[in-house]
């Protein structure tokens, strides 16, 4: 069976995507086309989407499913008329919070411009010029800034798990590569020894390990299955002699593994 | 009026988080004390979560909000018993999609270890990779490879518009800065030339791009007022007379950017 889905807003279509997104999971026998329509805020815009969707509709002999994230009413209303099952993913959840707070909603589209948009922007930015800034090992200056810094073997993840906590959490995260030269003293890099209390470890199946360097360089000592095994295999035993604590990444996705360090590590969010 | 809100998942809880967030903001009389608690995944953690919620509502003499991303039935009915009023993000959907489709849901948490999650996720990093080898202009080898290209004054937002692109959508997005130098000739940097289709523009309001420079170089030329002024005005006149698109930057967060960017472009995304 094959079905279209999509995700209507008059923002950006995020939080609409993610949540539909997860929802069509669900359905496993079905194959979705999805197809995310931001920025409907205008009743002409409001019109055009409905026309895409009967469109679809009639394209494929079935009603597509619309998911919305509408603040305003009127271009509410012209969508939730599609020939389609439009699930609000607003409204149906507005009315019982205003009968629990016993106060009316705003009905205003988005956030944008209120001063806590402007702050949070400009912690996002900072958090990621820091990322960039020290990762790899970069800079191991101002490591007394960052909220945390993940530490594992070339390839194991630290990269875009650095970037994800700066982008959704606005957490000021470092990385620094554990090489070779470490395991041989089993000590930590020196410039990492006065953040230990900061220090988050990553690692990875040495057999995805090997495949990952293999794509880089193959036939490399570097992705050698026998020392993608001596890296990681040392890389535990230094974290586990120094207590620091670290996850498996081999099976998460980067938003899990940042969320998980997030939570473990107790870190602070300074965004939303 | 202050209230605290929960978004409990048997996941990373980002779904419950997003959405319950931007319901929160449409209650702006309301201080609202945000808390994720993702992995909820047995029984006892359930438990663990009511009692929390339970400690906080006789806390806050006022019952907590709870918004719920969770596919285990025994998990919901358990935290659904919390003294709070609880918002079930996937549930109240659930129900009309398996009418509207004629099948049941399969109740089953996530898509990790799903193959096509490993697809996405080796897309992610690839992507990003990419945006980082190719950032400020780094690397121009391989333009070829990008779905585009952001181009613009320095600090008007690229790195974390590509970052963005890369972590959400997928998308291998290179950036490059425009500088005094090409305001000389008035002419495209040249190794950008032969890649005109794939370039897309962020400006920037001029006094706002004097305040962000001054954060990083207080009293320099590079900050200086009127020297923002004129590289903003140039790098628009260069875009327009290349008939590049761009769009301003100022009172936009990164997600509207890179999502804004990802429809006008007609970029395909590689990862929900």
Redesign the interface.
């Known amino acids: 069976?094959r079905?279209t889905a999509f995700f209507v807003s008059d923002?950006?279509?995020?939080?609409a995507?993610?949540?539909g997104?997860?929802?069509l999971?669900?359905?496993?026998?079905?194959k979705f086309t999805?197809r995310?329509l931001?920025?409907v805020d205008t009743i002409e815009k409001a019109r055009a989407v409905v026309e895409q969707i009967n469109r679809t509709a009639e394209q494929d002999g079935a009603?597509p499913?619309v998911f919305t994230?509408l603040?305003n009413p009127d271009i509410n209303r012209i969508v939730s008329q599609a020939n389609a099952?439009v699930?609000d993913?607003?409204e149906?959840?507005?009315t019982?919070?205003e009968q629990?707070?016993g106060?009316r909603?705003?009905?205003?589209v988005?956030?944008?411009?209120s001063a806590r948009?402007v702050v949070?922007?400009h912690r996002?930015?900072e958090a990621?010029?820091f990322a960039?800034a020290h990762?790899d090992g970069l800079s191991t200056r101002e490591l007394n800034q960052a909220d945390v810094v993940l530490i594992g073997v070339s390839r194991s993840?630290k990269?875009?798990t650095t970037?994800?906590l700066a982008?959704?959490f606005g957490i000021w995260a470092a990385n620094y590569p554990l090489t070779p030269e470490d395991f041989g003293s089993m000590r930590l890099p020196p410039p990492l020894v006065p953040y230990r209390s900061k220090l988050y470890g990553l690692t990875i199946n040495p057999e995805r390990l090997h495949l990952i360097r293999s794509e880089r360089r193959p036939g490399s000592k570097y992705a050698d299955l026998a020392n993608c095994e001596f890296e990681v295999r040392e890389a535990e035993a230094l974290m586990r002699q120094e207590g620091i604590p670290y996850i498996d990444a081999t099976?998460?996705?980067?938003?899990?593994m940042a969320?998980?360090i997030l939570?473990q590590a107790n870190l602070t969010r300074h965004i939303?």
């Open positions: 069976m079905r923002r950006t279509g995020i939080t995507e993610m949540l997104h997860s929802l999971t669900q359905f496993e026998t079905v999805e995310t931001p920025y009603r499913l994230t603040v099952l699930l993913c607003m149906v959840f507005i019982p919070m629990e707070l106060v909603s705003s009905h205003t988005g956030r944008s411009h948009d949070d922007y996002r930015i990621v010029n960039l990762d993840g990269t875009p970037l994800y982008l959704q099976s998460m996705s980067v938003e899990e969320t998980t939570h939303y």
